[in-house]
């Protein structure tokens, strides 16, 4: 999975795209002018080719969310576990009004599903998670990941969760540095693996490992272990969808040498599709140099990642009423002015 430079397809891009071994497009803020361009650019990306590429954002609400203005700003999962202390009925409704609403404005526009829901613990040690995730107990993140998956799954989008097995007792930010977990396999299934776990129980369809070392499991981040992907999360757990490696270009990826020894690595562990972003000599070298071959396995999976179902722009979304109560009731738990009804929000 690769990125894009601007708001259009360049000519070298195209036939980057075209690549056997290219299966989808990671978007991010600079690919994003308004709504019209974005769905222009997603036709295009479709277009190109039969199966179409799959297009992925992170656009979970909160700090990560790659698409502003003629979206609607979304909370962050952090607000829904907050709410959860006082009031968890009202909670698990909107986290479901918020994954329903997220799927549903990004499908408008032809990008197949987000990277989320985060099912990391917030246990007030990682930054870079913090507030990304829904809560600090397990059991409450997997009751809140489960109704936002829930709502995803309503407007026709499958969902993420990552980052397993769990980034959210390491302070260190694995986009600058190698994160290392020293606890036990036992410590860690019974507390940040536990969301992951239900959520399979669920139909999760997809999920994306840490670039974080957990030396007394491996000597490898999960990302590149075939102990945590193959063992703990195909044969223990039994999970049976796509699985997505985090950027390869990330600091915390390092360990496993060069871009395509990274690439390589995360394929050999157990991950269908390996993402490069934010470097294209990188992305261009893993495409030339790569060592893989196709697995129909991994394609079956993959293609199930594909947004369902007939979409309309975002003006037909805003006028629906499904959407107009979900952005009421989500403004009622956060209180910014990126919230609401009118087309002109920021």
């Given at each position: 999975?690769?990125?894009l430079?601007?708001?259009?397809?360049?000519?070298?891009?195209?036939?980057?795209?075209?690549h056997?071994?290219c299966?989808g497009v990671?978007?991010?803020?600079r690919?994003?002018r308004?709504?019209?361009?974005?769905?222009?650019?997603s036709?295009?990306i479709h277009e190109l080719?039969?199966?179409p590429?799959?297009?992925?954002?992170?656009?979970?609400g909160?700090?990560?969310?790659r698409f502003h203005?003629?979206f609607?700003s979304l909370?962050a999962?952090g607000?829904?576990?907050?709410?959860?202390?006082?009031?968890?009925?009202?909670?698990?409704?909107?986290?479901q009004?918020?994954?329903?609403?997220?799927a549903a404005e990004?499908?408008?526009v032809?990008?197949d599903?987000?990277?989320?829901?985060v099912?990391d613990?917030?246990?007030?040690?990682?930054?870079?998670?913090?507030d990304r995730g829904?809560h600090?107990d397990?059991?409450?993140?997997?009751?809140?990941?489960?109704?936002f998956?829930?709502?995803m799954?309503?407007?026709?989008m499958?969902?993420?969760?990552?980052?397993?097995p769990g980034?959210?007792?390491?302070?260190?930010?694995?986009?600058d540095?190698?994160?290392?977990d020293?606890?036990?396999?036992?410590?860690?299934?019974?507390?940040?693996?536990?969301p992951f776990?239900r959520?399979?129980?669920?139909?999760l369809?997809?999920i994306?490992p840490?670039h974080?070392?957990y030396?007394?499991?491996?000597?490898?981040?999960?990302?590149?272990?075939t102990?945590?992907?193959?063992?703990?999360?195909?044969?223990?757990?039994?999970?049976?969808?796509a699985v997505?490696?985090?950027d390869v270009?990330?600091?915390g990826?390092g360990i496993a040498?060069?871009?395509v020894?990274?690439?390589e690595?995360a394929?050999?562990a157990?991950?269908?599709m390996a993402?490069?972003?934010?470097?294209?000599?990188?992305?261009a070298a893993?495409?030339?140099?790569?060592d893989?071959?196709?697995?129909p396995a991994?394609?079956?999976?993959?293609m199930?990642m594909?947004?369902?179902?007939?979409?309309?722009g975002?003006?037909?979304?805003?006028?629906?009423?499904?959407?107009?109560?979900?952005v009421?009731?989500?403004a009622?738990?956060?209180?910014?002015p990126?919230?609401?009804?009118?087309?002109d929000q920021t």
């Amino acid at each position: 999975m690769l990125d894009l430079r601007g708001t259009e397809l360049a000519a070298d891009e195209r036939e980057m795209l075209l690549h056997p071994l290219c299966g989808g497009v990671i978007l991010f803020s600079r690919n994003y002018r308004d709504e019209a361009q974005l769905r222009a650019l997603s036709r295009a990306i479709h277009e190109l080719r039969e199966p179409p590429l799959l297009i992925a954002v992170d656009h979970e609400g909160g700090r990560v969310q790659r698409f502003h203005q003629e979206f609607t700003s979304l909370p962050a999962c952090g607000c829904f576990g907050r709410l959860h202390d006082e009031d968890p009925q009202q909670a698990l409704r909107l986290a479901q009004q918020s994954g329903w609403l997220m799927a549903a404005e990004l499908l408008a526009v032809g990008v197949d599903f987000s990277f989320a829901p985060v099912l990391d613990l917030d246990r007030g040690i990682s930054r870079v998670i913090g507030d990304r995730g829904f809560h600090r107990d397990p059991e409450v993140v997997t009751e809140l990941a489960r109704r936002f998956m829930r709502g995803m799954k309503t407007a026709g989008m499958a969902a993420v969760g990552k980052h397993f097995p769990g980034h959210g007792s390491v302070a260190a930010d694995s986009h600058d540095a190698l994160p290392v977990d020293e606890r036990d396999l036992e410590e860690i299934v019974m507390n940040d693996l536990l969301p992951f776990e239900r959520l399979i129980g669920s139909g999760l369809p997809a999920i994306m490992p840490a670039h974080v070392l957990y030396p007394a499991v491996d000597s490898v981040p999960a990302g590149f272990s075939t102990r945590w992907l193959r063992t703990v999360l195909r044969e223990q757990l039994g999970f049976q969808g796509a699985v997505f490696s985090d950027d390869v270009n990330m600091a915390g990826a390092g360990i496993a040498g060069g871009h395509v020894d990274r690439a390589e690595a995360a394929l050999r562990a157990g991950c269908d599709m390996a993402l490069v972003c934010n470097n294209s000599t990188a992305a261009a070298a893993v495409l030339e140099s790569l060592d893989a071959e196709v697995d129909p396995a991994a394609q079956v999976r993959l293609m199930r990642m594909h947004g369902t179902g007939e979409h309309a722009g975002l003006t037909e979304i805003k006028n629906q009423q499904q959407w107009r109560d979900a952005v009421l009731l989500l403004a009622a738990i956060d209180n910014s002015p990126e919230l609401g009804l009118g087309d002109d929000q920021t």
